[in-house]
């Protein structure tokens, strides 16, 4: 028996058939790259500058006004025609697509924002803060994370530089800000009092003023009754980010005890 030479013919059979397999692959994928010259105004301009020429002469022949038209528009036309490119801009460049976020990536962006936060918040150098900042992943999608900002910070500014900070983060998409600035309570606070003295609620009162920490309104000076007093007190609950509103009315606000409170106006 044979089989050397029928296992070298059957190996060169593999390999013609494996070099035809490669062939049609390769006509079939110059088949797909296969482009056609873009649409030309050239023949066209080219067809009107012989016409006219050609009219001109024929039509016209005792006046060479259209010749002399003509005969320059087909130099151009065959010119033009003959140095453009047939195939610029057939086929234009692949918009660049942002790859998706991913999970992971969401988490690191979550992360860095959180660090941010501490860090705009945080007292001197130190790791201790008095504020607390909350940065929190609402959602995700391929284009990017939506973030929630909760807490509370001293001044408004604080608060849109946080906002401001994270937003520029790649992959943030948007910030949704929900933390509560003292300084803005405190304006809130002070304009129910202008409101309330110029109706004549608060004639006789006097040294009222107005001290916020942790969510927490403090109400100090004098009024003449009780229920100015307490009328204060349920004007001061309805603004937003209050949680406790302590009425100190009647009592000294430098007492021991009350040491230490943020007096931001």
Do not use: C
């Amino acid at each position: 028996m044979d089989t050397s030479l029928q296992g070298a013919n059957l190996t060169l059979d593999e390999r013609q058939q494996s070099l035809e397999v490669q062939e049609q692959q390769e006509t079939l994928e110059a088949e797909k790259h296969i482009h056609l010259p873009k649409p030309s105004l050239w023949p066209l301009i080219l067809s009107a500058a012989i016409m006219v020429t050609v009219g001109g002469m024929l039509g016209f022949p005792d006046s060479a006004l259209l010749t002399y038209i003509g005969a320059p528009l087909i130099l151009v036309g065959i010119l033009g025609w003959a140095l453009e490119d047939p195939m610029g801009g057939s086929h234009a460049a692949p918009a660049v697509q942002q790859a998706p976020i991913t999970s992971k990536e969401a988490r690191e962006i979550l992360k860095h924002a959180r660090e941010i936060a501490q860090h705009m918040v945080t007292v001197s150098s130190t790791a201790y803060s008095t504020h607390l900042a909350k940065v929190e992943l609402e959602g995700e999608s391929e284009d990017g994370v939506t973030l929630a900002l909760y807490g509370k910070v001293e001044l408004e500014a604080q608060r849109s530089e946080i906002e401001a900070a994270i937003r520029e983060l790649p992959g943030v998409k948007a910030v949704h800000n929900f933390m509560i600035a003292e300084d803005a309570i405190l304006r809130q606070a002070y304009a129910k009092l202008d409101a309330l003295r110029a109706k004549g609620k608060l004639d006789g009162a006097s040294n009222i003023s107005i001290l916020v920490e942790n969510y927490i309104l403090h109400l100090y000076g004098d009024v003449p009754n009780r229920d100015m007093k307490y009328a204060l007190e349920r004007e001061m609950v309805g603004i937003t980010g209050v949680k406790v509103v302590v009425n100190h009315i009647g009592l000294n606000k430098d007492i021991p005890g009350n040491l230490g409170k943020t007096r931001n106006a």
